[in-house]
């Protein structure tokens, strides 16, 4: 973070900047802690062609939920550019380690965050997953969606990149048959659209908040997938969430199709590791 950059972030929010230190703030972007005699900022960097909508997204994700009051997201202070460097300025929560109670609590809310419906499977501007760019071009039809805009652009990727070759690959017919069973009187959630454990935190007074969203209206298993995916939140977390929202038979099968999904962005973004993994769901169902 240049002594420039410090300055303007200071103009900008009519504070003394103090200390300055450098934070995790996950696998694509820089990320500081700032401090300043009243508050605590998070910061965001990269210099990467398509950051600045990428945090544009970001932004538009967090405030979208935080506007649903059902759960909160950190405050969002600015997302512009310096110099060359698009940035995004966020509010910084002191988190702590979730307690049961805490999960019960962020199983509530994010059961109350996917109530809240549209007319439309999307969204109204596409945005990322990772630094994949993510389709939101609304769809009345979840089947049609989830395999137009999710499934199939990640497999054509997939293969373009030598990751999976043809005869690895479901058609796209092949994968609206056989989805078309499962796939029955859905209706949109909002969705946080990337919930795996780094993506919530627990505030030091007991607050869940979600962070790196990649948001859309979809079904809601979509989420609870994600947050199965690499190790699962606290039981509370399921307890509560199924309690308001129930599971049904084809549950446990639609976490799986929906992992795929991740699995395939996983793929795309980091390499052939996540290959077995992949090829796995693809047999099972296709």
């Not at 949109?188 to 859309?216: E, F, K, Q, R, T």
């Amino acid at each position: 973070m240049t002594s420039d950059l410090k300055i303007h972030l200071s103009t900008l929010l009519n504070e003394t900047i103090g200390k300055v230190q450098s934070v995790t703030g996950g696998d694509i972007s820089k990320a500081y802690k700032i401090d300043t005699p009243n508050n605590s900022y998070f910061l965001k960097l990269n210099s990467e062609s398509s950051a600045l909508q990428m945090f544009q997204t970001e932004a538009n994700g967090l405030q979208s939920i935080r506007n649903t009051n059902t759960i909160k997201t950190p405050k969002v202070f600015a997302c512009d550019t310096f110099e060359n460097m698009p940035f995004l300025l966020l509010e910084f929560i002191e988190r702590k380690s979730p307690s049961p109670n805490d999960f019960e609590t962020l199983g509530y809310q994010l059961a109350k965050l996917h109530l809240c419906t549209s007319n439309a499977f999307g969204l109204a501007q596409d945005n990322f997953i990772g630094s994949l760019s993510q389709s939101n071009t609304q769809c009345s039809n979840w089947l049609d969606f989830y395999t137009k805009a999710r499934l199939w652009p990640q497999l054509k990727l997939a293969k373009q990149k030598h990751l999976l070759t043809d005869k690895e690959c479901p058609s796209e017919p092949q994968i609206l048959e056989n989805l078309k069973p499962l796939f029955k009187n859905i209706k949109p959630s909002l969705l946080h659209g990337d919930l795996w454990n780094g993506n919530y935190l627990i505030s030091n007074d007991d607050i869940p908040y979600l962070i790196d969203p990649a948001v859309y209206y979809g079904h809601h298993e979509v989420d609870m997938a994600m947050t199965k995916l690499f190790g699962g939140f606290g039981e509370a977390f399921y307890d509560t969430y199924f309690s308001i929202i129930p599971q049904d038979d084809y549950t446990s099968i639609r976490i799986e199709i929906y992992q795929l999904y991740y699995l395939l962005v996983h793929l795309n973004l980091f390499g052939p590791s996540y290959h077995q993994s992949v090829i796995s769901i693809l047999k099972k169902y296709f």
